[in-house]
């Protein structure tokens, strides 16, 4: 994970009424321990318009502190394939929990939590409809699920006013290449530099 850039008063902001809990600690909690009032939020009916539905996505989910640098993951249920040699992922079988970096929590400007989350939430409803989030031999930047899920928060930016060159570096992950990260670009329709 990047070091948090240190916040501006140009920097984009989130919508006012989202809260982060920055001091929690590591460990599971429930989702709205982490970010209280998330499922208020317009956004949160955007995602998940049925209100019952709504209600057992933020209740159900939770979230793992860990004290790892790393940024915002679905935790798998199993252990996907290949991970041992690359990654050694938290799991929660049966249950839906996001692990968050506890330096990720506590530093990283609102506007890219708020935009990890709510990426997070995404994989959490794909998953339950059914989807392989971890499907082996499948390229980061082709994955169905996660160019949705990038779809769904770039659109959310756009609506905060969020410019292009703020989306290109919130799209620029360590774990894909340069032309993984034009391609990216062009498929959110996000302007490269």
Known sequence: MAPARRK?????QPPKDFRISRDLPVGRHPLLA???GADQLPVAVRLQPDQVERAKLFDE?????????????VAPWDMPPGARREWKPV?????????????HLAESPSLVLYLDIFHELCHVI?????????????????????????RFVVAE???????DEFLRDYLRVEWISKDEHRELLESLEVRPA
């Open 8 to 12: 501006s008063q140009s920097d984009p």
């Open 34 to 36: 982490a970010f209280p």
């Open 61 to 73: 989910t939770c979230v793992q502190v860990v004290d790892q640098d790393l940024w915002m993951y």
């Open 91 to 103: 799991l929660s079988p049966g249950s839906d929990c996001i692990v968050i970096g506890k330096s």
């Open 126 to 150: 794909q998953r339950q409809g059914g989807a392989n989030l971890f499907a082996p031999g499948v390229s980061y930047v082709k994955r169905w699920t996660e160019v949705e899920a990038y």
């Open 157 to 163: 930016a756009r609506t905060l006013g969020v410019s």
